[in-house]
């Protein structure tokens, strides 16, 4: 019921108007729900390529044989001396000897007052060098006087500094030390100097610190290997054992530390489970979108018939052929579950065997699971086909929309036109009426009863 008044005949121009607006809009707000449902797909797509790209990245930490050439150094002294391997490592057991470690060449000024210079005349200078080449040195210029802390922060400032640190240990009575220390472990990175006008050796007093009794050798690490003598400037060491880094911790002469490298049996059972969780947590997925947004799309269906055939359909050829065999399995629910003591017992009798199952290039479970979700993934796939037709659908409603917007612009400023010719009409008329009326009321006998 109209009980607004209207500013002529009281006709309610507005609100008849809103009401015959939210009738024409109702086809626009059907087309606004559809875009909705669409947005609410597409986002679900997103979380499914999201899954589908987890799930990839699984099968590749198994796609391949070198993924299961995961190895643990053992070292029996990590005081002494620790180990690592990569994949590339060779099992085995060595025996190592920590002879020495490598130590930074230090050398140290006599004993000066902080008030010392030393310099002063043209051409005064102390030239710093690494190793053998002369191109790595510089030049501290002494030609005017320099105090020790001076010196300090010329070498340290210095653009060309090959990599030597300079600092001053302060004494008692106002006396200090100059030291000189290089950045690098061994003789390769040893420190010597040389100087030009009136200074010399003695001036500054540089003595060598470490305990080499002049043998510069000496700053390098030595081990032995299975009785085999190797030196090294540093005491990180990744090129004696194929694929082994030794990390020297400390020097124990003449004492073997044995080492072993083995499979990391862990690590290759940490990868399987990783398998079935990414397994679960697909299908996990897959439940939960065909419960919402995705409830009648087939995609999903392909999915997990695309993932079962695979899982249903034996390897062949290899040690084993089932996942069953080596402790993986499906569950009632439908989920995937591993059986540690099982695969343990796999790995230990036939790690090869294991690792074809999984990394074979034609048939390994992960290599034809990883291939099937990169066609889903890929450009052109499965899900770019279905995101694509959604954004062309979501694209084609909001012309539409944009159109019937403007449609219903021109429609509702048309019933504004007309409704308030109707209410300027009805306005006209009702004045009449009025004056009919009086004028009826004035004629003779009019009043008579």
Known sequence: MITAPGVGSGLDVQSIVSQLMALERRPLEALARRQDQYEAQLSAYG???????????????????????????????????????????????????????????????????????????????????????SADSITVDLSTGKTLEEIRDLVNDDANNPGVTATIING????????????????????????????????????????????????????????????????????????????????????????????????????????????????????????????????????????????????????????????VSLQKDGTMSVNSSRMEAALNTDFSGVAELFADADNGYAVRLGALAGSWLENGGLIESRTDGLDSRITDLEDRQSAMDRRLARVESRYLKQFSSLDSLMSQLQGTSSFLTSQLASLPGAGAG
Do not use: C, W
């Open 47 to 133: 979380q499914l390529k999201s899954k589908l790209s987890s799930f990839q990245d699984a099968m590749d930490d198994l796609g391949a044989v070198d993924a299961f050439k995961k190895y643990a150094a053992v070292s029996d002294d990590e005081s002494v001396l620790s180990v690592s391997a990569n994949s590339n490592a060779s099992l085995g057991t060595y025996n190592v000897r920590v002879e020495r470690l490598a130590t930074n060449h230090k050398m140290a000024s006599a004993e000066f007052l902080d008030t010392s210079t030393f310099g002063g005349s043209a051409g005064d200078s102390l030239t710093i060098q690494l190793g053998q080449s």
């Open 172 to 327: 008692n009575n106002g006396n200090q030390k100059l030291v000189l220390t290089s950045n690098e472990t061994g003789s390769a990175s040893a420190i010597s100097l040389s100087y030009s006008g009136s200074i010399d050796a003695t001036t500054l007093g540089m003595q060598t610190l470490n305990d080499i009794g002049g043998d510069l050798s000496l700053l390098d690490s030595e081990i032995s290997v299975d009785g085999y003598s190797i030196v090294r400037s540093g005491n990180t060491l990744t090129d004696v054992i194929q694929g082994v880094t030794l990390d020297l911790q400390s020097a124990r002469p003449g004492v073997d530390i044995p080492i072993t490298v083995e499979r990391d049996i862990s690590a290759v059972q940490e990868s399987v489970q990783n398998f079935a969780d990414a397994y679960n947590d697909l299908r996990s997925s897959i439940r939960s979108l065909r419960e919402g947004q995705l409830e009648a799309d087939s995609t999903l269906l392909s999915i997990e018939r695309g993932v079962l055939g695979v899982l249903n359909n034996p390897t062949g050829g290899g040690a084993f052929s089932h996942l069953t065999e080596i402790g």
